[in-house]
């Protein structure tokens, strides 16, 4: 079936650290991918977004690019701030329909 | 723009009781989207509602009902309360016509509802 898998939390990293969260998609046909950011006591935000292979998506410093051949979205950061402490998600939308499929979260924590 | 609103931003009942949850989306968007998302868990899909018609509902008991109003704006409606709905539930809305790349999930900052 479809599903979106990311890799276990939490996260910590140390401030300026290089960030790599790993998405990878199971989907038929050629799903839109997205990440999406949640910060503590709010809903999630639209980090990224890419809706074709090897469309690279990125905002904020953050990049992720679509990998049909490994069918991974994988989101990373140069640099990350201590402001980025963040649950992030992985999503897919379903090509021609309005079904999104989310991942299950990473939490990060960054560390001054 | 206003984004997604959704009241109560708190709600805390006893088992048993009936819980509303409302949901105004972005003007201009006819779709609404209802998540649940439990405590160390990720976003459960609950029930998807456009142009005042149910589209899908998730893997949930029938207590769990809703529906959205001529103005696009939704409720959700959680009858006999359990111990487990305790949990932030979240609603998105987007606008269908346009492509996905153009109109992605947009989202509220939910409704913690507390059950004891």
């Known amino acids: 079936g479809n599903s979106v898998t990311q890799m276990e939390g939490p996260v910590t990293l140390s401030e300026e650290a290089f960030l790599t969260i790993n998405c990878t998609y199971t989907?038929?046909?050629?799903?839109?991918l997205f990440w999406y950011v949640q910060y503590p006591g709010e809903g999630l935000q639209l980090l990224l977004k890419?809706?074709?292979?090897?469309d690279k998506g990125s905002n904020k410093g953050f990049e992720a690019t679509y990998r049909k051949e490994t069918t991974s979205f994988h989101l990373e950061k140069g640099s990350v701030q201590v402001s980025d402490s963040a649950v992030y998600f992985c999503?897919?939308?379903?090509?021609?329909?309005?079904?999104?499929?989310f991942g299950t979260g990473t939490r990060l924590k960054v560390l001054a | 723009e206003a984004g997604v609103t959704q009241s109560p931003t708190h709600l805390i009942k006893t088992r048993g009781q009936q819980a509303t949850l409302r949901c105004s989306p972005i003007?201009?968007?006819?779709?609404v989207y209802w998540y649940q998302q439990a405590l160390g868990l990720g976003l459960q899909f609950l029930l998807w509602?456009?142009?005042?018609?149910?589209?899908n509902r998730g893997n949930f008991p029938p207590r769990f009902s809703g529906r959205q109003f001529p103005n696009y704006s939704s409720e959700l409606n959680v009858n006999a309360l359990e111990l487990e709905d305790s949990a932030l539930y979240l609603c998105?809305?987007?606008?269908?016509?346009?492509?996905?790349?153009?109109?992605?999930?947009?989202f509220g900052n939910g409704t913690r509802l507390t059950v004891t």
């Open positions: 998105a809305s987007s606008s269908l016509g346009q492509s996905a790349y153009n109109s992605p999930l947009h």
């Open positions: 989907a038929t046909g050629y799903p839109s």
């Open positions: 890419a809706t074709k292979a090897d």
């Open positions: 999503a897919l939308l379903l090509s021609g329909t309005y079904k999104y499929i």
């Open positions: 003007s201009g968007h006819t779709s």
């Open positions: 509602y456009d142009e005042g018609e149910e589209r």
